[in-house]
């Protein structure tokens, strides 16, 4: 409990002198929870992990061989995923808890090793051949798979993020890639629309009673990738007509989730976005102007900003459960 709670109680006369001193007796003296940090520096092992095998290949290549490495880095993967699957829990449509403290790291380092070996395996001997989309469809099956499969949000993270790539491939015409020229309106248009699909997916899935807890995650990408690629096409494409009232639709969606949820994360990235395309559409109509009035825009706009979001509870209050 917070020193601040404690006087306030005490002023109001809602705790005896004796039951406080007994709370911050009892607060100083309980163990400190060390969860989130150790997650975190498993979560950095298994990054800095595959960073090492990846230095370990580069120093080696020449006397191992590529074939050797390749069959060593899929001999792990799937030692991984051997681990994943023996000791997995039955399947169910809510959230289950994890059978081992570093089961969700083992299948998270099984992914990993899986996308090292493909991209291994493809830049040496081009098993994919020109076909990029197939490199990215692979392993969004894989990993979409295994995330309901074995309820893991870290696997559904790369699964999204494999959708994101193959769907970008998939619309991307060759010569864009081959002239890395990314000012596509087929990237733009497909970011919007994953970015749409990521948001209602959530929506089914509560309603349908089915992965409830994984909302979190298909709307963080959601509100990302949607709202980036409105952003991107009002600047990089100059269609500010059709891209701005989308951008205007996606704020007000991610408020109102916001408002129902109280989320503040939410509405704080809501309105950034907002701000980022409203004050991007008043420069494109209000130029040559003076210093002075960009400076007192930039001062008065941003301080109302903070305030908004300083003063979110009342905001975000409202009756529903």
């Known amino acids: 409990m917070r020193p601040y709670i404690l006087r306030d109680l005490l002023r109001q006369e809602l705790l005896t002198p004796e039951d406080a001193a007994k709370i911050e007796q009892f607060e100083s003296a309980k163990p400190f929870s060390l969860h989130w940090e150790l997650k975190t520096l498993l979560y950095l092992g298994v990054i800095l992990l595959n960073l090492g095998l990846g230095f370990l290949i580069y120093q080696n290549i020449d006397t191992v061989g590529h074939a050797v490495l390749i069959a060593l880095i899929g001999a792990a993967g799937a ?4 681990y994943a699957i023996r000791h997995r829990q039955p399947f169910s449509a809510g959230e289950t808890e994890s059978p081992t403290p570093y089961y969700d790291y083992i299948l998270l380092l099984g992914c990993f090793l899986f996308l090292i070996m493909e991209g291994y395996a493809q830049f040496q001997y081009q098993i994919f051949g020109t076909r990029y989309g197939l490199a990215t469809f692979l392993p969004m099956v894989l990993f979409f798979g295994l995330a309901y499969r074995l309820d893991n949000r870290g696997v559904l993270s790369l699964g999204i993020t494999a959708l994101a790539s193959w769907l970008g491939l998939a619309v991307t015409p060759r010569e864009l890639l081959s002239n890395n020229d990314f000012n596509s309106a087929s990237i733009v ?3 919007v629309f994953l970015g749409a699909t990521l948001s209602i997916v959530p929506f089914v899935s509560e309603r349908l009673h089915f992965k409830k807890h994984f909302s979190l995650t298909y709307l963080n ?5 949607g709202m980036i690629s409105c952003l991107a096409g009002m600047m990089a494409l100059d269609q500010r007509v059709l891209y701005f009232p989308l951008l205007c639709l996606a704020v007000g969606f991610f408020i ?11 509405l704080t990235v809501a309105v950034v976005y907002g701000y980022i395309g409203v004050t991007y559409m008043l420069f494109h109509f209000v130029r040559d102007m003076d210093f002075l009035f960009y400076l007192l ?15 979110n509870k009342r905001f975000t209050k409202t009756d529903a459960p």
């Not at 990408?221 to 990738?225: D, K, M, T, Y």
């Not at 916001?258 to 503040?264: E, I, N, Y």
Request: hydrophobic share 50%; charged share 5%; glycine share 10%.
């Open 297 to 311: 825009y930039f001062i008065l706009s941003s301080t109302g900003v903070i305030i908004f979001l300083m003063n």
């Open 79 to 82: 030692g991984c995923f051997w």
């Open 221 to 225: 990408f959601g509100v990302h990738i």
């Open 256 to 266: 109102w989730y916001a408002r129902t949820r109280h989320s503040l994360y939410f």
């Open 189 to 191: 248009h497909a970011g």
